[in-house]
């Protein structure tokens, strides 16, 4: 016999009963085969943040470059494609944390990588992104469904890989992600031997669009839409939004919001001394 525990349960395990243990370890076997088989189609529900919109100046160039934007009326660009600037973040991983215990297990995780992040040798240092430009997920400005804005510098992108090695470990160590899920991700190296992150922080995406969105305000199915940006990019393709100190790194609900409009945290892991980021 198989016991499951509700949605709305505390407990999250999973209770076999059987007259053999040769049962119960042969249950187990197949019910974890079928987890593994089946997490792929699973939903993501959290993600490792790096906040940005913190940053009060920051947060106001975003907002003037939206409603400059907007008042130039592009064709297929509305104020509803815009991410608004007190979400601002770059993206580290996205996580399946599906169970309270695996929420645990990754809150147990970042404590360890903090202690371990905090003895290294560019800890004693700030981390500094400056965010210029806009920029586009493919080499086709006429047919785009995301626009970002990024730090580009290889100091900036090689001191993330080398977080992001030592982060990544130990979240494969205690199975709270895969290598396969990394390289689904297109965070490793095509080899799989290092971390290789975008940073990228998104400024308008059409998944947000009014018109993907029913009456209920949930997101419908279907096609992304898309639009030419080729109007964007030569008058705005080379603003600057200014530097932004990147302070920690935090477990983010995916669809949750705190009271201060960013996604809400469960756990935060600094990135550097906060003396550094003075």
């Known amino acids: ?38 997490e792929t189609k699973l939903e993501y529900t959290h ?45 580290l991983c996205m996580l399946k944390l599906h169970s309270h215990a695996q929420v645990d297990e990754m809150k147990e995780a970042l404590r360890a ?17 400056s965010m210029r430009g ?5 080499d086709d400005p006429s047919d785009v469904g995301v626009v970002f804005t990024t730090d580009r510098s290889t100091a900036l992108q090689n001191r ?10 130990t979240l494969k160590a205690r199975g709270l992600v895969s290598q396969q899920n990394l390289m689904s991700q297109r965070l490793l190296s095509s080899d799989g031997a290092h971390a290789e992150v975008k940073l990228h922080a998104t400024l308008m995406n059409t998944k947000y669009s009014r018109n993907m969105r029913r009456e ?12 030419d940006a080729s109007r ?15 302070k920690e790194v935090q477990l983010s609900c995916l669809e949750e919001m705190g009271d201060d409009g960013y996604y809400r945290s469960l756990f935060s892991l600094p990135l550097c001394d906060p003396k550094s980021a003075r």
Request: proline fraction near 4%; aromatic fraction near 10%.
């Open 1 to 38: 016999r198989v016991q499951v525990p509700n949605r709305e349960d505390q407990q999250d395990a999973i209770w076999l009963r059987a007259r053999q243990k040769q049962q119960i370890y042969s249950c187990k076997a197949a019910v974890e085969l079928l987890c593994e088989r089946e």
């Open 113 to 129: 990588l903090s202690a371990q992040i905090s003895t290294t040798a560019d800890y004693g240092r700030p981390l500094l992104a």
């Open 160 to 169: 993330m890989n080398n977080l992001s090695d030592i982060i990544f470990d």
């Open 216 to 227: 209920d305000g949930s997101r419908m199915g279907g096609p992304r839409e898309t639009f």
């Open 232 to 246: 964007l990019m030569e008058r705005f393709g080379q603003v600057t939004f200014g530097d932004v100190f990147l």
């Open 47 to 91: 993600f490792l943040s790096i906040p940005l919109a913190f940053d009060g100046k920051f947060r106001q160039k975003v907002d003037e470059f939206r409603e400059d934007v907007v008042l130039q009326r592009f064709d297929g660009i509305d104020a509803s494609i815009f991410m608004p600037s007190r979400r601002m973040h770059f993206t």
């Open 134 to 138: 806009l920029h586009i997920m493919t």
